[in-house]
């Protein structure tokens, strides 16, 4: 034998993901997404800027956010953001697809600092409008990048709400 495995790198590819350049960034995040939208979540709370930051969650259910520290990681990320003045301003909207009611979502002890709806977001464009949420203040909207990563479905959609306010637009997706 003897044979030594041949292994070929090849990457990375495509731009960095720079923020900092934008005003506001919109997170849409689904599914297998989440991971990286958490990475950038925490390099903005680590690299202090003048960025708006709204994040959408879209989940199965609560239980991904215990079983994998997801949830105790955002608290943190919210927690730190919020109390550093140097840092951008942070809003979490969370999705729960398989939660019949929003009154069985609010039924429940949560101990997160964001907020839960029952089912998908209905229409993102309208989800994302400038003032509909938090504190946004009057980003134009070129100075606004909504990222996407989750299920082809979701980004599709949050493109079109891209597309509807006239936002830059980035997906990032794990498909071949």
């Avoid at 730190?80 to 140097?86: A, E, G, S, Y």
């Avoid at 504190?135 to 299920?151: E, H, I, N, Y």
Wanted: proline letters at 6%.
């Amino acid at each position: 034998s003897g044979t030594v495995p041949v292994v070929n790198v090849d990457g990375p590819y495509g731009l960095p993901f720079e923020y900092w350049r934008y005003g506001r960034v919109i997170l849409v995040l689904g599914g297998i997404g989440i991971t990286p939208g958490l990475s950038i979540m925490e390099e903005m709370r680590r690299e202090p800027a003048d960025t708006e930051l709204e994040c959408v969650l879209i989940l199965r259910d609560e239980q991904l956010l215990g079983q994998t520290s997801i949830g105790e990681q955002l608290n943190r990320i919210v927690d730190d953001l919020d109390t550093n003045p140097r840092s951008s301003s942070c809003e979490i909207q969370a999705f729960l697809t398989r939660i019949e009611s929003s009154k069985d979502a609010t039924a429940k002890r949560w101990d997160y600092r964001f907020g839960f709806s029952a089912g998908r977001p209905e229409d993102l464009a309208s989800l994302l409008h400038p003032g509909e949420t938090g504190d946004t203040t009057q980003v134009r909207p070129k100075d606004t990048l909504l990222f996407a990563c989750g299920p082809a479905p979701m980004v599709a959609q949050a493109e079109r709400a891209a597309f509807v306010h006239g936002y830059q637009f980035h997906r990032e997706t794990f498909e071949l």
